[in-house]
């Protein structure tokens, strides 16, 4: 069974940086892409980042792209996101994903970032 566990969020103020981590286990994390995705308070998850398998292509929302950073080491089964410049607006649990990241029980329990001054 696959387990994602995020960590890495808190409390940060508008401008700042965060990186978010998540460890996978129980499934072949090298030949899965992965995802970021988030949830803003009383919305909707919304798609933020992916990363192919191998690490070699990335891909961003407008709402992030040029601001946030996704990567892997395969080696340890580990996700990245890089935040920085973070606006209000980013405030939202962030979930890492394996594809399809639509698909129940393929997120994580998520990681909180609130951006706030």
């Known amino acids: 069974e696959a387990q994602l566990v995020e960590s890495g969020g808190g409390l940060v103020q508008p401008g700042g940086s965060l990186r978010l981590s998540c460890a996978a286990s129980?499934?072949?994390?090298?030949?899965?892409?992965m995802n970021w995705v988030r949830q803003a308070p009383g919305k909707g998850l919304e798609w933020v980042a992916l990363?192919?398998?191998?690490?070699?292509?990335?891909l961003y929302s407008d709402s992030v792209k040029g601001r946030f950073t996704i990567s892997r080491d395969n080696a340890k089964n580990m996700l990245y996101l890089d935040m920085n410049d973070l606006k209000t607006e980013d405030t939202a649990m962030y979930y890492c994903?394996?594809?399809?990241?639509?698909?129940?029980?393929?997120r994580g329990q998520g990681t909180q970032v609130t951006v706030s001054s």
């Open positions: 994903a394996k594809d399809p990241w639509r698909q129940e029980g393929n």
């Open positions: 129980g499934f072949p994390f090298s030949t899965y892409s």
């Open positions: 990363i192919f398998s191998t690490g070699d292509t990335t």
